[in-house]
């Protein structure tokens, strides 16, 4: 009798691990075969600037999610309000040493020291977001990523415009009073790629504007934006755009009846009066397809750059209450021709330097110089942006834009 209870017995576990799936299920939390990545993440700001480190941390989250999809966990160490300095070559081993398989850093200045450190652990896959050294190094262990963000840059910019147009249309704004200001970090490559992107886009489909930009020499200084964006004000500019970390411009934006467009993060609560719509990198793309990849022992890409043909750009809400009348129409037809190819950025029919078209343009060799043997960037009618390397390297100073350095 013992024998046949315990073989009834051992017929129900049986069946109930087949009910259960044996464990098979990639999702379950307790498969033994699910794969757990452990990911450093440094990050010159917080989440709290509702700007950029606060759009890697929303990457972040989206990453996780969909690779638990797939099966992959992640195990997450951040590094917060680490400084452009010998701290983050701290942070970067320190990541190394408790066992991180992938470090990301999240500022363009992070890189030098991200380099010092990799050579010592080649085993770790060390990733530089918006720089481009790792690009040329001899280092199998290096990689550097960006997104082509003057797609979504120039998309806002033909919201601006549109503003613009229609303000001159009404005969609210002379035609030769449609001024923007642009807060920029730093008169990087990175900062001068976005905004004439911007411009174009802005004068594409309002030819009488012109622009002006304060840098203000810092990736995120609050005081220091918000303080740009009203002395570009008080300087006639009735719409503000930034590439600066924080929501001060478009806070100022509206206390000073300008409009606004944001950069990495949808900025309409802060400034429903003022702000448009924004344009943001989706990292998650990115974070997803690397970390997949470290799970699966698999090589990636050492520079990668993709935009809105992936889902890498991407618009914010637009702001229906403010926007001009067929402003959603106009984006959608604006996106397919940048994604179909019928319309280029960088097309040098649409701008001129010092008042003559520009023919010729060599990109950035390693040391990050442009020198005459370089590869020509400019053919067939468009300067071709973030194809030789993922990190921008359009620097000319066009006509229509004042700079304020």
């Not at 033909?158 to 030769?176: H, S, Y």
């Amino acid at each position: 009798m013992k024998k046949f209870l315990a073989l009834i017995l051992s017929l129900v576990m049986a069946l109930s691990l087949v009910a259960c799936g044996g464990g098979d299920d990639p999702k379950d939390p307790e498969n033994n075969d699910s794969k757990t990545v452990k990911v450093g993440l440094i990050c010159i700001g917080d989440e709290n600037d509702q700007g950029y480190t606060y759009n890697f941390i929303r990457g972040k989250e989206a990453a996780t999610k969909a690779l638990e999809e797939k099966g992959i966990k992640v195990d997450w160490v951040v590094k917060y309000n680490v400084k452009e300095d010998v701290k983050c070559e701290d942070a970067n081993r320190e990541l190394a040493e408790d066992g991180c398989q992938l470090i990301i850093n999240n500022s363009f200045g992070f890189e030098e020291y991200m380099l010092k450190v990799a050579g010592d652990y080649p085993e770790i896959q060390f990733v530089g977001c918006t720089n481009q050294n790792s690009y040329g190094d001899t280092l199998k262990n290096t990689h550097n990523a960006f997104a082509s963000i003057y797609e979504g840059r120039y998309l806002a910019g033909v919201v601006a415009g549109m503003k613009l147009q229609e303000m001159i249309d009404a005969g609210d704004l002379a035609a030769d009073k449609a001024v923007i200001g642009y807060v920029g970090a730093y008169p990087y490559a990175e900062v001068k790629s976005g905004y004439t992107a911007y411009f174009l886009g802005a004068k594409s489909v309002c030819p009488s504007v012109t622009m002006k930009v304060k840098f203000v020499n810092s990736w995120s200084d609050a005081t220091a934006e918000g303080n740009a964006a009203s002395a570009l004000c008080d300087e006639g500019c009735v719409l503000i755009s930034q590439h600066s970390d924080n929501t001060t411009p478009a806070t100022t934006a509206q206390s000073k009846g300008a409009f606004h467009t944001g950069y990495n993060n949808d900025m309409i609560d802060v400034a429903p009066e003022s702000s448009l719509i924004g344009t943001r990198i989706d990292w998650s793309v990115y974070f997803t397809y690397i970390i997949e990849a470290v799970a699966n022992g698999q090589e990636f890409d050492q520079d990668w750059c993709h935009g809105i043909d992936n889902g890498a750009v991407v618009l914010t809400k637009l702001n229906e209450k403010i926007a001009a009348p067929g402003t959603a129409e106009k984006l959608a037809e604006v996106e397919k021709a940048i994604t179909d190819g019928t319309l280029h950025i960088f097309d040098t029919s649409k701008f001129t330097v010092n008042g003559a078209p520009v023919t010729t343009a060599f990109a950035l060799d390693t040391n990050g110089d442009f020198v005459p043997d370089s590869e020509e960037v400019v053919y067939d009618g468009y300067f071709h942006e973030s194809t030789v390397q993922s990190a921008p390297y359009f620097t000319l100073d066009i006509d229509g834009i004042t700079l304020d350095q």
